[in-house]
């Protein structure tokens, strides 16, 4: 179906899956595709898949994809309408939104005030405190490890250093002794700054027995905002998701429809626009939950919402930011089966995932029904060693848990990649542990898996 308000050709600010992803969706609407591309990407798949490529500069990202004035000035001379920016980047900057509004480009996500808003977890934070959503207890901003100090022994330990302009898992120290702050609060404050040119901090408590939880949300201009279920993140290393799934797993049916409507809650009161995610941590002791960030773009596992709603997020995308009303209510969203996805890394899991890049020999992914595998991946594709590691992501979905779980260990022991050590055996590990074919997963059990994985048999690092 034709955008009522006219978007023929978008610039795509991305690489990798996200950027293959994107050109599907263009195809769908007939969207002509310009893929701003870095020296390092001129032979990627997604670079053969666009109608056009431009390059914006060298492999640093620095220089390519996190340049906003290289892209809008791609934009412009491509003429191309609009521009989408994928996730991470530029995905999330104020800069390149409003720049692109100013040049008369519409950016595909919300407005550069709602960035703004939700970009700073303090303002965040506050926002949704005055929205009656609850927030971990902590504080406002803090100037030294002396402040940190009194804020953990006002809130009792362990409390967790955060930074302000963070995400990722950067700039985010736990802290579980007090001789330990001021080493913590520098760490966290140098990381903050060489990560988002800003060392701002603050501390909350930190939840042991969490479950991490996000609600897909979409918006349009009119003001209506829906949400499209929630997914389990709970599995993370060092605050970086590796499996997510959707419904989550062993919550009550009232503290999921909690959670829900307190994201649609919170995104109504800013009139928010587009795709966006709400994060919540769920004490697990307790049965309450906490107001974590708002993600004001397309995340890395929205696939498993797609695969229960059947609703396809990117495409929403483009018509909210084409000017269209949202084409459903609520009440016309479904939920039907569950669906899991597994991040596939070019990492060593036995060295302490340290990155593997290289050339990819052999590259055989499972098939049949039921699986989609997004991926910019093919058999002779050198992975660049200037970028994310991921090479795939493998979504699985199933009538149910067991059945999505069950496909799951299969697809994964059917997935060969060659010539390159991945995060595969880890993955099958992962999938056929009791914690996680139970549901019984939490914030730490990938570092309790670690650790016991570390400790067992020793695992060769696969070429696989």
């Known amino acids: 179906m034709p955008l009522h ?28 595709t310009v893929l701003a591309i870095s020296e390092a990407d001129r032979d990627s798949l997604p670079a053969r898949l666009a109608d056009r490529t431009i390059c914006i500069g060298s492999a640093s990202a620095t220089d390519s994809y996190l340049n906003f004035k290289a892209v809008v000035t791609a934009a412009l001379g ?16 104020p800069e390149l939104a409003e720049t692109c509004a100013a040049e008369g480009i519409t950016f595909v996500g919300p407005t550069p005030e709602q960035i703004r808003k939700m970009g700073d977890k303090l303002e965040a934070r506050a926002l949704a405190r005055q929205c009656g959503v609850p ?19 006002r809130i009792g330990l362990p409390v967790m250093i955060k930074a302000s302009a963070g995400g990722g898992g950067r700039g985010m120290k736990v802290v579980s002794n007090y001789k330990d702050v001021q080493h913590m609060f520098t760490s966290a404050s140098a990381e903050a ?84 995610t709400v994060e919540f941590l769920v004490d697990q002791d307790s049965a309450s939950f906490y107001f974590l960030e708002m993600n ?8 498993v919402t797609e695969m229960i709603t059947g609703i396809d997020v990117v495409q929403a995308q483009f018509r909210i930011a084409g000017g269209e009303a949202l084409p459903f209510s609520q009440s016309d969203v479904t939920f039907r089966g569950h669906a899991i996805e597994c991040r596939i890394t070019a990492e060593l899991p036995n060295d302490g995932f340290r990155p593997n890049p290289g050339r990819i020999v052999a590259w055989v992914p499972p098939e049949g029904p039921n699986i989609r595998l997004d991926t910019h991946c093919y058999a002779g594709y050198s992975v ?58 939490s914030t730490h059990l990938v570092e309790d898996l670690i650790h016991h994985m570390s400790t067992g048999p020793q695992q060769k690092n696969e070429q696989s």
């Open 296 to 303: 004001t773009r397309i995340q890395v596992e929205h696939p």
């Open 5 to 32: 308000v006219t978007i023929s050709r978008v610039l795509i600010a991305n690489r990798g899956e996200i950027a293959v992803r994107i050109i599907r969706a263009c195809q769908a609407l007939g969207i002509e």
């Open 384 to 441: 660049p060693m200037f970028y994310d590691s991921m090479l795939a992501k493998l979504i699985i979905y199933g009538s149910d848990r067991t059945e999505a779980v069950d496909r799951m260990q299969r697809a994964l022991n059917q997935f060969s990649i060659g010539g390159i050590g991945t995060t595969l055996p880890f993955l099958r590990f992962i999938m056929s542990h009791p914690s996680f074919t139970s549901g019984n997963v």
């Open 78 to 93: 491509t003429g191309s309408d609009a521009v989408h920016p994928g996730y991470g980047f530029l995905a999330e900057s």
């Open 193 to 276: 700054r060489a990560a988002f040119g800003d060392d701002s901090l603050y501390v909350e408590r930190f939840i042991p027995n969490a479950r991490h939880i996000e609600i897909q949300l979409l918006g349009d201009r009119l003001g209506n905002v829906i949400h499209l279920g929630e997914r389990d993140c709970s599995l993370q290393r060092r605050h970086q998701k590796i499996v997510e799934e959707s419904p989550a797993p062993n919550i009550t049916n009232t503290l999921r429809e909690e959670i829900r409507q307190t994201a649609v809650t919170l995104a109504r009161s800013i009139g928010y626009e587009n795709a966006g």
């Open 135 to 153: 927030t971990l207890p902590g504080s406002e901003k803090v100037h030294s490890f002396e402040e940190a100090s009194a804020v953990a022994a």
